[in-house]
């Protein structure tokens, strides 16, 4: 496995496989940014389950309900805007 060491990261970034960046910058991001479902397909697991709260009311979805949903959003150009 190579590990990606960088002077400036954090000790979490220097332990992570090189691999985990490039799918983040090249693939999730992107995914997110531009809201491409078929593009997230490809980072996610096919049983991944999924937690989280909006305005404060918990859900908790599988793949395939995540995706639906995040392909009605469209992209999230919005969060990045400040970048």
Known sequence: ??????QGRTAI???LPVSVFET????????IYEGDVQLLRT???PGTLLFGDVKG???ARNLEQYLDLRGGRGADRY???GL
């Open 57 to 59: 009311q918990p859900y």
């Open 24 to 31: 983040l910058e090249k693939t999730y991001f992107p995914g």
């Open 1 to 6: 496995m190579i590990i990606r060491y960088l």
């Open 43 to 45: 980072v996610y697991h």
């Open 79 to 81: 969060c990045f805007s």
């Open 13 to 15: 970034d220097r332990l």
